[in-house]
């Protein structure tokens, strides 16, 4: 095996291990609850939302989904996985174009 196969099977791999359950889907989980918390209190002491916050404890939260599939779903728990990445790197994207002097699409 080259090692480009080798670097290939060892990311994709990872990505469709099976869900590691309970102790990381609570992490996960309480990760995405701390970001919709500290937006709830953003709205309710009238500072406004940054959307990323709410954004980034979706991503958390698809991950917890993720993790808290069964071992019959491994090919779902992967999709989400990746769903989770693309979301977190689209949002990265967008606050780079907003810190870089672009559109700030996230105001």
């Known amino acids: 095996m080259s090692d ?3 670097f290939t099977t060892r990311f994709f791999g990872d990505l469709s291990r099976p869900p590691d359950g ?4 609570l992490v996960w989980l309480c990760a995405a609850t701390l970001f919709y918390l500290l937006t709830a209190y953003y709205l309710a002491v009238g500072r406004g939302v940054t959307p990323f ?3 980034f404890g979706t991503a958390f939260a ?3 989904l993720a993790e808290s599939l069964s071992d019959d779903r491994r090919q779902i728990a992967y999709l989400v996985r990746v ?3 693309v979301f977190m ?3 990265l994207v967008l606050l780079l174009v907003g810190t870089l002097g672009g559109p ?3 105001v």
Do not use: D, M, Y
């Open 104 to 106: 700030e699409f996230l």
């Open 4 to 6: 480009r196969e080798r």
């Open 62 to 64: 698809l991950n917890g």
């Open 53 to 55: 916050t709410p954004l």
């Open 22 to 25: 309970r102790p990381q889907n």
């Open 89 to 91: 790197l689209a949002l």
């Open 83 to 85: 769903l989770s990445i």
